[in-house]
C-alpha cells in the first residue's frame, strides 16, 4: 500500500527517531512510504491556544498536501485528532463549507498508527524485538477523540522479549495540554507528578505512548527527577527487530571501548 | 466571532451573586495546589465517586442510549424555551402559585427579598440551591436583616465556616471530617461539646441544631431540579430529607429556578431521574424525590412562588456552541472526573459553578472577558465529556471560547507569526534550524525565559536532534 507520512511539526523537529521509525516500520511491513515535503503543522496549538482564524491557513495547506493520497499516517494521537475533529470546524467558522467536507474526506483517510497497522493493514504482529520492561501510556486524545481502545497494548503485546507492566491510573491525563502546561504550569506539574508516581510504580524502564507531546511532557519530568525511565514512542517499539538490538549493542560496546 | 446584537439578551451584572473570578484561575489555582490537605480530601472524594458512579453506571445497558435520550430531550427544550416557559408559567398559575421574571440576579434577589418581608418573616430556611448561590441571595437578605438557614449538611458546613462551596454536589468536599467537627463545635451554640468526629454523629449535630428551625420558619426557599412545562410541576431531588421538610413544613415557598431547567413533560422526567443519581452521587435512585404542583388547601405550604430566572441564559442560548451548556443537570460528574478540578479544588474557578462546567458556563453567563481563564482551565483531556450523562461536548466548547476570549498581545503576535511561518515550508525549515531552545536556555532549557519558565520549572526540555526529520528524508 502506498501511505503518506504526516510527521507532525513536533516529531519532524524534535522527535525525528518516531517517525522515522514508521517509516522503517511500514517499508518492513512491504509498503510504500511518500513524505509530502510541503507539509508542516495540523494547527491544533492554533486551534486550541483560540486562534481558529490563524489555523485556517494551516487547514487550507494540510487539505492541499493530503488530498491527493488514499491513505495518511501520523505518529501522534493528537495531531490525528485535530485533522479529523478540528479542521471541518475550523473552515466552517470562517464559512468554507467546500473547505470543510474536503476536510473531513482527508480526515476520515487520516489514521493514527495504531489505527493503521490493526484497522487497515491488519497486523498485530508487526515481527518487533524489544527486550524491556514496558508500561503504556494511553494518552488522552487517542483513548477519547480517536477512540483507538487496546490497539495499541494488543500491538504491544505481540513484540518479542517486551514484558507490559500495567499503569495504575492510566487513562488519566498526563497534564500536558499544549499550551495548557504553559499556561497552568503549576496544575500541569501537579498531574504529571501523579503520572510520574504511577509509572515509577511499575518498575518499567520504558514508557511508551503514542503522542511525541505526552512523551515530551513525561519524559522531561522523568529526567529532571533522574529517574532512569526512558519515554519512547510506540513507533520505535514496533520498529525495532532483533538484528538492530544487536547492532545497538554492539555500537554501544565500540562507543565505550 | 463576536458579534453585537442591539437589544439581545444581556449577561449577568457586576457586583452582585457568585460567577465571576476574583483573580485568573492560574493564581487561585496555587493556592489549592499548595494545600495538602486540601489535595488528600479532593482525591480521596473523587476516587470514592467516580468508583461509585462507575459500577452503577455499569449495571445499565442501555446508558448511552439514555444519555443520548436527554441531550436530545434538553435540545429540544432549548429549541422552544419561551415557548415552553409560558407554558409553564399557565400551569403553575393555575396551580394557585405565582410566577416571577427575573431578568438578573439584582431583579431575583429584589423579588425573593420583596416576598419575605411581605410574608413578615426574618428568617427563611434554604434547600441546597444553585440558583440561589449563583445570585448571592444570602448576601442580598442579610442586607435587609433577614437571616437565611442553609439546611443541607454541607451547605450548613460552608455557611458555618464563612466558606464558600467548592462542589456543586458536595459543596464542602474540600472539608475532611475532623475539619468539620471543628467548624460546629465553633458556631453551633447548643452543640456537645463531646462532639466525636464520626460521620453519623457529625450529622445528627447538624439534625438536632435545625430541627427548631425547620419547625418554627414559616417562609422556605429552594432551587429546582426540574420544572415540568405540561403540568406545572417542580421537582428537587436530595439524599437527607432536610429538601422535603423544606418544601413541606413552611407557610410559604419560594422557588428559584433557571430558566433552562424546564423540560416539557411529565414523562422526560423518566429520563433523568435515571441519568441524574447514578452520574452524581452513584446511587440507583436519589432516596428523596420531592414534586409539588401549586397549592393544595390544607397541605403544605399555602403560598408558592416561582421565579424565573435569566441572569445571562438568554445569553447562552444565543450562541450556537455553547447553548450545549444549558444542558447541564448539575450531577458534577465532569467535576468527579477532572484532573484539574481534582488538584486544583473549585475554589480556584472563583464561580459558584466550578469543574469543567463551570469553566464553559460561567464565562457565558458572565462573558468572556470577565472570566477569561476559565476556558483555559482544562488540558483538553475529554473526560467530562464521556462523563457528561446528557453529553455535553465540553472540549469543544472549551475550545471555542477560547477563541472568543481576549488574548495577551504577544501571544496573538506569536501565534500570528507561527502560523505564517508554518505556512510557508521554507521558512519552516529555516525556523526548525534557529530552533534550538535548549542550546539558548543552557543545558535542558532550565533557563528559558517567561512565559515558557513555567514549563522549564518542573521539566527538562528535550535536546534537539542533529537533523530533522525532512533533513533525513531529504538525504535518504
Same mark, same amino acid.
Given at each position: 500500500?502506498?501511505?503518506?507520512?504526516?510527521?507532525?511539526?513536533?516529531? @519532524?523537529?524534535?522527535?525525528?527517531?518516531?517517525?522515522?521509525?514508521?517509516?522503517?516500520?511500514?517499508?518492513?511491513?512491504?509498503?510504500?512510504? =511518500?513524505?509530502?515535503?510541503?507539509?508542516?503543522?495540523?494547527?491544533?496549538?492554533?486551534?486550541?491556544?483560540?486562534?481558529?482564524?490563524?489555523?485556517?491557513?494551516?487547514?487550507?495547506?494540510?487539505?492541499?498536501?493530503?488530498?491527493?493520497?488514499?491513505?495518511? =499516517?501520523?505518529?501522534?494521537?493528537?495531531?490525528?485528532?485535530?485533522?479529523?475533529?478540528?479542521?471541518?470546524?475550523?473552515?466552517?467558522?470562517?464559512?468554507?463549507?467546500?473547505?470543510?467536507?474536503?476536510?473531513?474526506?482527508?480526515?476520515?483517510?487520516?489514521?493514527?498508527?495504531?489505527?493503521?497497522?490493526?484497522?487497515?493493514?491488519?497486523?498485530?504482529?508487526?515481527?518487533?524485538?524489544?527486550?524491556?520492561?514496558?508500561?503504556?501510556?494511553?494518552?488522552?486524545?487517542?483513548?477519547?477523540?480517536?477512540?483507538?481502545? @487496546?490497539?495499541?497494548?494488543?500491538?504491544?503485546?505481540?513484540?518479542?522479549?517486551?514484558?507490559?507492566?500495567?499503569?495504575?491510573?492510566?487513562?488519566?491525563?498526563?497534564?500536558?495540554?499544549?499550551?495548557?502546561? =504553559?499556561?497552568?504550569?503549576?496544575?500541569?506539574?501537579?498531574?504529571?507528578?501523579?503520572?510520574?508516581?504511577?509509572?515509577?510504580?511499575?518498575?518499567? @524502564?520504558?514508557?511508551?505512548?503514542?503522542?511525541?507531546?505526552?512523551?515530551?511532557?513525561?519524559?522531561?519530568?522523568?529526567?529532571?527527577?533522574?529517574?532512569?525511565?526512558?519515554?519512547?514512542?510506540?513507533?520505535?517499539?514496533?520498529?525495532?527487530?532483533?538484528?538492530? @538490538?544487536?547492532?545497538?549493542?554492539?555500537?554501544?560496546?565500540?562507543?565505550?571501548? | 466571532?463576536?458579534?453585537?446584537?442591539?437589544?439581545?439578551?444581556?449577561?449577568?451584572?457586576?457586583?452582585?451573586?457568585?460567577?465571576?473570578?476574583?483573580?485568573?484561575?492560574?493564581?487561585?489555582?496555587?493556592?489549592?495546589?499548595?494545600?495538602?490537605?486540601?489535595?488528600?480530601?479532593?482525591?480521596?472524594?473523587?476516587?470514592?465517586?467516580?468508583?461509585?458512579?462507575?459500577?452503577?453506571?455499569?449495571?445499565?445497558?442501555?446508558?448511552? *442510549?439514555?444519555?443520548?435520550?436527554?441531550?436530545?430531550?434538553?435540545?429540544?427544550?432549548?429549541?422552544?424555551?419561551?415557548?415552553?416557559?409560558?407554558?409553564?408559567?399557565?400551569?403553575?398559575?393555575?396551580?394557585?402559585?405565582?410566577?416571577?421574571?427575573?431578568?438578573?440576579?439584582? #431583579?431575583?434577589?429584589?423579588?425573593?427579598?420583596?416576598?419575605?418581608?411581605?410574608?413578615?418573616?426574618?428568617?427563611?430556611?434554604?434547600?441546597?440551591?444553585?440558583?440561589?448561590?449563583?445570585?448571592?441571595?444570602?448576601?442580598?437578605?442579610?442586607?435587609?436583616?433577614?437571616?437565611?438557614?442553609?439546611?443541607?449538611?454541607?451547605?450548613?458546613?460552608?455557611?458555618?465556616?464563612?466558606?464558600?462551596?467548592?462542589?456543586?454536589?458536595?459543596?464542602?468536599?474540600?472539608?475532611?471530617?475532623? #475539619?468539620?467537627?471543628?467548624?460546629?463545635?465553633?458556631?453551633?451554640?447548643?452543640?456537645?461539646?463531646?462532639?466525636?468526629?464520626?460521620?453519623?454523629?457529625?450529622?445528627?449535630?447538624?439534625?438536632?441544631?435545625?430541627?427548631?428551625?425547620?419547625?418554627?420558619?414559616?417562609?422556605?426557599?429552594?432551587?429546582?431540579?426540574?420544572?415540568?412545562?405540561?403540568?406545572?410541576?417542580?421537582?428537587?431531588?436530595?439524599?437527607?430529607?432536610?429538601?422535603?421538610?423544606?418544601?413541606?413544613?413552611?407557610?410559604?415557598?419560594?422557588?428559584?429556578?433557571?430558566?433552562?431547567?424546564?423540560?416539557?413533560?411529565?414523562?422526560?422526567?423518566?429520563?433523568?431521574?435515571?441519568?441524574?443519581?447514578?452520574?452524581?452521587?452513584?446511587?440507583?435512585?436519589?432516596?428523596?424525590?420531592?414534586?409539588?404542583?401549586?397549592?393544595?388547601?390544607?397541605?403544605?405550604?399555602?403560598?408558592?412562588?416561582?421565579?424565573?430566572?435569566?441572569?445571562?441564559?438568554?445569553?447562552?442560548?444565543?450562541?450556537?456552541?455553547?447553548?450545549?451548556?444549558?444542558?447541564?443537570?448539575?450531577?458534577?460528574?465532569?467535576?468527579?472526573?477532572?484532573?484539574?478540578?481534582?488538584?486544583?479544588?473549585?475554589?480556584?474557578?472563583?464561580?459558584?459553578?466550578?469543574?469543567?462546567?463551570?469553566?464553559?458556563?460561567?464565562? *457565558?453567563?458572565?462573558?468572556?472577558?470577565?472570566?477569561?481563564?476559565?476556558?483555559?482551565?482544562?488540558?483538553?483531556?475529554?473526560?467530562?465529556?464521556?462523563?457528561?450523562?446528557?453529553?455535553?461536548?465540553?472540549?469543544?466548547?472549551?475550545?471555542?471560547?477560547?477563541? #472568543?476570549?481576549?488574548?495577551?498581545?504577544? #501571544?496573538?503576535?506569536?501565534?500570528?507569526?507561527?502560523?505564517?511561518?508554518?505556512?510557508?515550508?521554507?521558512?519552516?525549515?529555516?525556523?526548525?534550524?534557529?530552533?534550538?531552545?535548549?542550546?539558548?536556555?543552557?543545558?535542558?532549557?532550565?533557563?528559558?525565559?517567561?512565559?515558557?519558565?513555567?514549563?522549564?520549572?518542573?521539566?527538562?526540555?528535550?535536546?534537539?536532534?542533529?537533523?530533522?526529520?525532512?533533513?533525513?528524508?531529504?538525504?535518504?
Amino acid at each position: 500500500m502506498r501511505i503518506a507520512l504526516f510527521v507532525t511539526c513536533l516529531a @519532524d523537529t524534535l522527535f525525528p527517531e518516531a517517525a522515522r521509525a514508521t517509516v522503517r516500520l511500514l517499508e518492513r511491513l512491504g509498503h510504500e512510504v =511518500v513524505f509530502p515535503e510541503d507539509q508542516t503543522c495540523c494547527g491544533q496549538m492554533h486551534v486550541n491556544t483560540g486562534y481558529p482564524d490563524e489555523a485556517l491557513r494551516l487547514v487550507r495547506r494540510h487539505v492541499r498536501v493530503f488530498a491527493p493520497f488514499e491513505v495518511v =499516517v501520523a505518529p501522534s494521537g493528537s495531531c490525528v485528532g485535530s485533522v479529523r475533529h478540528q479542521h471541518a470546524m475550523v473552515a466552517r467558522r470562517a464559512g468554507d463549507e467546500r473547505l470543510a467536507s474536503r476536510a473531513e474526506e482527508i480526515g476520515r483517510r487520516t489514521y493514527e498508527l495504531s489505527e493503521l497497522l490493526v484497522d487497515v493493514l491488519r497486523v498485530t504482529d508487526v515481527g518487533a524485538y524489544f527486550p524491556h520492561r514496558v508500561t503504556y501510556h494511553p494518552t488522552c486524545h487517542s483513548l477519547r477523540m480517536l477512540r483507538v481502545g @487496546d490497539k495499541p497494548l494488543r500491538l504491544l503485546r505481540a513484540v518479542r522479549g517486551l514484558e507490559l507492566a500495567e499503569l495504575p491510573e492510566a487513562e488519566q491525563c498526563c497534564g500536558f495540554g499544549g499550551t495548557f502546561a =504553559v499556561k497552568n504550569a503549576d496544575t500541569s506539574t501537579a498531574m504529571l507528578a501523579d503520572k510520574m508516581r504511577n509509572v515509577l510504580a511499575t518498575r518499567a @524502564d520504558v514508557c511508551a505512548a503514542g503522542d511525541a507531546s505526552c512523551l515530551m511532557h513525561i519524559g522531561g519530568g522523568l529526567s529532571r527527577l533522574r529517574a532512569g525511565v526512558r519515554t519512547v514512542h510506540l513507533a520505535e517499539i514496533l520498529a525495532s527487530t532483533e538484528d538492530e @538490538d544487536r547492532a545497538g549493542k554492539q555500537a554501544r560496546r565500540e562507543v565505550r571501548s | 466571532m463576536t458579534r453585537t446584537f442591539l437589544g439581545m439578551p444581556t449577561t449577568a451584572p457586576r457586583g452582585v451573586g457568585h460567577l465571576r473570578e476574583g483573580e485568573p484561575f492560574p493564581a487561585a489555582a496555587r493556592r489549592g495546589l499548595a494545600d495538602p490537605q486540601l489535595r488528600r480530601n479532593l482525591r480521596h472524594a473523587t476516587t470514592t465517586i467516580r468508583a461509585k458512579s462507575g459500577a452503577v453506571i455499569a449495571e445499565v445497558p442501555d446508558w448511552q *442510549q439514555l444519555r443520548a435520550a436527554g441531550s436530545a430531550v434538553k435540545a429540544d427544550t432549548m429549541a422552544r424555551l419561551p415557548e415552553l416557559l409560558e407554558q409553564l408559567e399557565a400551569a403553575v398559575t393555575a396551580a394557585g402559585g405565582t410566577v416571577h421574571w427575573a431578568v438578573d440576579a439584582v #431583579e431575583a434577589n429584589r423579588i425573593v427579598t420583596g416576598l419575605v418581608r411581605a410574608a413578615g418573616a426574618d428568617r427563611v430556611m434554604k434547600v441546597k440551591s444553585m440558583a440561589t448561590q449563583e445570585i448571592g441571595l444570602n448576601e442580598a437578605l442579610e442586607a435587609v436583616g433577614i437571616e437565611p438557614v442553609e439546611t443541607d449538611l454541607a451547605e450548613l458546613i460552608v455557611q458555618l465556616g464563612r466558606d464558600k462551596p467548592s462542589h456543586i454536589l458536595v459543596p464542602a468536599i474540600h472539608r475532611n471530617r475532623a #475539619e468539620i467537627r471543628e467548624i460546629f463545635l465553633r458556631e453551633m451554640p447548643d452543640v456537645d461539646p463531646g462532639l466525636t468526629d464520626e460521620p453519623a454523629v457529625l450529622a445528627a449535630a447538624a439534625r438536632r441544631h435545625l430541627r427548631e428551625t425547620f419547625l418554627s420558619t414559616r417562609v422556605a426557599v429552594s432551587g429546582a431540579n426540574f420544572a415540568v412545562a405540561e403540568t406545572g410541576t417542580l421537582a428537587v431531588v436530595e439524599s437527607e430529607g432536610n429538601g422535603r421538610m423544606c418544601l413541606t413544613l413552611p407557610e410559604t415557598l419560594i422557588t428559584v429556578m433557571g430558566i433552562e431547567k424546564v423540560v416539557p413533560t411529565w414523562r422526560d422526567l423518566e429520563v433523568f431521574l435515571q441519568l441524574l443519581p447514578r452520574a452524581s452521587t452513584g446511587e440507583r435512585m436519589n432516596p428523596y424525590t420531592s414534586m409539588w404542583t401549586g397549592v393544595t388547601p390544607g397541605d403544605g405550604p399555602q403560598a408558592f412562588h416561582l421565579v424565573l430566572l435569566d441572569n445571562g441564559r438568554s445569553a447562552v442560548l444565543a450562541d450556537e456552541v455553547g447553548r450545549q451548556a444549558l444542558h447541564c443537570i448539575r450531577c458534577s460528574a465532569c467535576l468527579n472526573v477532572c484532573p484539574v478540578y481534582e488538584r486544583t479544588g473549585g475554589h480556584a474557578y472563583g464561580s459558584v459553578y466550578p469543574g469543567p462546567i463551570g469553566a464553559v458556563l460561567s464565562p *457565558q453567563l458572565t462573558g468572556v472577558a470577565d472570566n477569561a481563564s476559565l476556558p483555559y482551565a482544562s488540558s483538553l483531556c475529554g473526560a467530562c465529556y464521556d462523563a457528561c450523562p446528557v453529553m455535553i461536548d465540553i472540549p469543544s466548547i472549551l475550545v471555542h471560547l477560547r477563541a #472568543e476570549a481576549p488574548h495577551p498581545r504577544a #501571544e496573538a503576535a506569536a501565534m500570528a507569526a507561527a502560523a505564517y511561518t508554518m505556512d510557508h515550508p521554507a521558512l519552516y525549515a529555516a525556523a526548525q534550524r534557529a530552533a534550538k531552545l535548549s542550546r539558548l536556555a543552557g543545558p535542558r532549557g532550565r533557563g528559558l525565559p517567561p512565559p515558557l519558565s513555567g514549563w522549564t520549572a518542573s521539566r527538562d526540555l528535550p535536546e534537539p536532534p542533529p537533523q530533522t526529520f525532512r533533513q533525513w528524508w531529504a538525504q535518504r
